[in-house]
Structure formats: structure tokens, C-alpha cells
């Protein structure tokens, strides 16, 4: 059970292109969903704070124009990289849970974007 | 401000061999911590937490509030278990964000 589905895994897109990932919790409803970002043989880094039906809450330094957040159903998040640049070439690993007590977060694989 | 403290990158042990990997934290509230693990190729994946008291693959943490460490014990180290540990840090009180260490890479050794 739990399980967290990413998609797409790995993108490589033009300098300028705006990229849409998917997080999706298969069997059960996530509350709260949590973008996370990972540069290379570095830690997770949050990025924001996703409640279903209402707006993200960015972490400090994070763009929110940059990295638009939507968590439309229990089931589901996206974040969208608008005008990507090559600085913007990370690991991005979404998590999920229910909101009570000690639940952990789940995670997907991750998406590897490139932008070239 | 809050942070969790890994602070070997690296950590090589032979099959058999004790493995401890430390995890220290900075956070003056109330602390939940939990300890994920992600296998070569793999999803990033809950280990234990600490509410639990629990044992999984043989593997135990303890928080000690007085050294505010919550570090990661296992006897008798196995090759599956090779991977990459990260601790992780709930602010709780409602707050459901984690801060991670910068992970521990372990290689059991034959």
C-alpha cells in the first residue's frame, strides 16, 4: 500500500519551455503532497507544502511563480516549471500522506528534468 | 533553526560487522524522527520512526533527547543492506514538513 506514482521520470526540454510533472497517490488520499528538490549527491530540498483544494505554501527562496503548485484532487499534484532555464536542471521528487498523527511521507521515483 | 546533522558521507563496513550511522538534530521543540532509506535505483522509502520503538531488516534507532540524536544501529550488517540513509526531521505540532540530513552512503563489504 501507499504508493506514489511520478510522471513523466525524465524530461529534456528546450531553454524556455515550460514542464508539467504529475505526482499521483494510487491507493490512498493524500492531504498533503510535498515537492521536493534534489541536486547531484545533495540532500532533499523542500520546495513547497501542497494542500488539496487550497494554495501551496513555498519555502523560503522559492520562486512561486517559477514553480506553480496544484493540488486539485486527493489524489493529485502538479508542479509546473514555467520558462524553464538550464538552472532550473534538477532531480524534482514529489511524497505524499494523510494528515494524522506520525503518518510518514511517501515518496515517487522522481523526475529527472533536463533543460538544454 | 532546524537541522539535521549527518555527518559521515560515507560509511564502508564488512558483512557481519556492526554499522551505526549517526544523526544528530537542532530543533527546539518536539521532536518526530525518522530514518528513510533508498536502495541503488529505488524510490526513497520509510525505514523506521521513532514513535514506533520498532525493528525493521534488524535495524534500530533511539532518539536521546540529551544528545538530540537519533542514530541508526543494525548488529550484524548485510550487502542488501548498501544504501543511502537519510534521517529525517518532523517538526510536528501539526507541521507535516521534514528536514532531511544530507544522507550516509553505506556499502557492506563481502
Known amino acids: 500500500g501507499a504508493v506514489v506514482s511520478q510522471h513523466p521520470s525524465w524530461v529534456i526540454c528546450k531553454s524556455g519551455t515550460s514542464v508539467k510533472i504529475e505526482c499521483r497517490s494510487l491507493d490512498f488520499q493524500a492531504t498533503t503532497m510535498f515537492w521536493y528538490r534534489q541536486f547531484p549527491k545533495q540532500s532533499l530540498m523542500l520546495m513547497a507544502t501542497?494542500?488539496?483544494?487550497?494554495?501551496?505554501?513555498?519555502e523560503q527562496g522559492v520562486e512561486k511563480d517559477k514553480f506553480l503548485i496544484n493540488h486539485a484532487s486527493l489524489t493529485l499534484s502538479t508542479l509546473t516549471v514555467t520558462s524553464a532555464h538550464p538552472e532550473d536542471s534538477s532531480f524534482y521528487i514529489c511524497?505524499?500522506?494523510?494528515?494524522?498523527?506520525?503518518?510518514?511521507?511517501?515518496f515517487g521515483d522522481g523526475t529527472r528534468l533536463s533543460i538544454l | 533553526a532546524q537541522r539535521v546533522t549527518q555527518p559521515e558521507k560515507l560509511l564502508s563496513v564488512f558483512k557481519g560487522a556492526p554499522v551505526e550511522l549517526k544523526c544528530n538534530y537542532s530543533?527546539?521543540?518536539?521532536?518526530?524522527l525518522f530514518w528513510y532509506v533508498q536502495y541503488s535505483r529505488q524510490r526513497l522509502q520509510l525505514l523506521l520512526r521513532?514513535?514506533s520503538r520498532e525493528s525493521i531488516k534488524g535495524f534500530t534507532a533511539d532518539l536521546n533527547k540529551g544528545e538530540t540524536s537519533f542514530h541508526l544501529k543494525k548488529p550484524f550488517a548485510q550487502e542488501e543492506d548498501s544504501a543511502m540513509y537519510y534521517c529525517a526531521l518532523s517538526l510536528g505540532g501539526g507541521s507535516e514538513k521534514l528536514v532531511f540530513g544530507k544522507g550516509t552512503k553505506l556499502t557492506v563489504n563481502p
Open positions: 521513532h514513535i
Open positions: 511524497s505524499a500522506r494523510v494528515r494524522a498523527l506520525g503518518q510518514p511521507q511517501h
Open positions: 501542497s494542500n488539496e483544494g487550497s494554495k501551496a505554501t513555498y
Open positions: 530543533y527546539s521543540g518536539s521532536p518526530e
